[in-house]
Nanobody, 116 residues
C-alpha cells in the first residue's frame, strides 16, 4: 500500500534551517508529482510546494519563495524540503502528499516549531 513517511522536523530558532524528508513506497515514485503542505494551529492546510516527477518546480507558495526549496531523489524514493531563514510563521505540521489517479495520500506529518 502507499506509504509516505516524513522526518526531519523539530525545534529551531528564527533564522535557522531544517531539511524535511519524505520516504515514499507502494507506488511508482518516479512517475508522480509530490507536494509538501503545512497546517499551522487554527489554520487550514496550505500547499507549500510541488515538484514534478522529473524534478521540475510545479508550485511554490509566495510566503516561502526565496527561502524553501523542494527537491527529490527518484533513486531513493524520497522528496525533500529545504527550509532556510525560518520564522515563527513557519511553525506548522508539515505533510507529504501525492495523488494517484483519483485518490490523495498523506503522510502522518512532522512538526516544525520556530521559536527562540
Amino acid at each position: 500500500q502507499v506509504q509516505l513517511v516524513e522526518s526531519g522536523g523539530g525545534l529551531v530558532q528564527p533564522g535557522g534551517s531544517l531539511r524535511l524528508s519524505c520516504a515514499a513506497s507502494g507506488f511508482t515514485f518516479s512517475m508522480n508529482h509530490m507536494s509538501w503542505y503545512r497546517q499551522a494551529p487554527g489554520k487550514e492546510r496550505e500547499l507549500v510546494a510541488t515538484i514534478t516527477s522529473v524534478g521540475g518546480l510545479a508550485n511554490l507558495a509566495g510566503s516561502v519563495k526565496g527561502r524553501f526549496t523542494i527537491s527529490r531523489d527518484n533513486a531513493k524514493n524520497t522528496v525533500y524540503l529545504q527550509m532556510n531563514s525560518l520564522t515563527p510563521e513557519d511553525t506548522a505540521v508539515y505533510y507529504c502528499n501525492t495523488r494517484l489517479t483519483s485518490k490523495t495520500y498523506w503522510g502522518q506529518g512532522t512538526q516544525v516549531t520556530v521559536s527562540s
